[in-house]
């Protein structure tokens, strides 16, 4: 029998949901290009329910104890004497979400000997030190697609709420004030503007198709070349590299995931070749972006608005820059994390462990590490350093 150890956020500040501000949600049954949504054997939780924080415990632990296996979760995974650190030491499996990492560490890894799984609950294993589970024989898994869509939807509302300024438009209402010029001094259209997406995956091609309509000009890079089809039907013009691009763009969004290639990429001297007034949208990983960097090219005027929901560390600490710089429209890591979306990605969850548990293997699309190697979808996405 296995030990589980799943890593989640706290539940909400006034308690665990008892009610809902909706009954229900659509059923997503598959996904643009043919991957259908994780099919588990059977599920016990309610799709629409709150299963990303700690008391939802991804509506996994009766699947899990009637198996005989035991499921610890915790919201306790950094500094000295954690719960994490603590209950890792003898765990089997560890299963963590982007927007609440529990960061697997070449030393943590090494001090878990147990340890053969690893399922990113969510996209992007970035946090797993993936040569060391490479070394250590660690299969990294995650819910490849289940969150892309939530994840696009959020790129065009933060490119919108940017552009137009909605944010501090809305702060003037709340504050009980109507001056007009205030709301509008920033306010422009996004119609006929050049955006570039860095990355053409699953959500840069999602947030491309999304934004086609509202009449821009799009642009992206990407290490694989999209279809001459697909290129057509959008209009898309493609740039051999991320310094290539972002001269072209008024709106520059990041999809890319995070490796060495792409760390640290939007630097001061990146930053300065962009469009003075231009707008950077990063729902990817907050190291692709110099922290510092971002904060000066704000307060400098040459990028005209920054809006994300990633930040390193997560959670950031209170004096992070990036809470106080201008001209911002930071989330706390929560565009992948819906209701809609916890609903696939807890049952892709208990896919890879029924799977794991049935000595199956996992799809192919869930896999990044396996077998002493970067596999599936891991194979395409990331590149190992050592």
Known sequence: MAKVLCVLYDDPTDGYPTSYARDDIPEIAGYSGGQTAPTPEAIDFTPGHLLGSVSGELGLRAYLEKAGHTLVVTSDKDGAGSVFDRELADADVVISQPFWPAYLTPERIAAAPNLKLAITAGIGSDHVDLDAAIAHGVTVAEVTYCNSISVAEHVVMMTLSLVRNYLPSH???????WNIADCVARSYDLEGMHVGTVA??????????????FDVKLHYTDRHRLSEDIERELGLVWHESTADMVPHCDVVTINAPLHPETEGLFGDELLATMKRGAYLINTARAKIADRDAIDRALRSGQLAGYAGDVWYPQPAPADHPWRTMPHHGMTPHISGSSLSAQARYAAGTREILESWFGG?????????VDGGALAGTGAHSYSVTK
């Not at 199956?360 to 990044?368: A, H, K, M, T």
């Open 360 to 368: 199956r293997p996992i799809r192919d699309e869930y896999l990044i």
């Open 200 to 213: 053409a995956g699953r959500i840069g091609l999602a947030v491309l198709r999304r934004l086609a309509p």
């Open 171 to 177: 702060q003037v209402v709340l504050d009980g004030g």
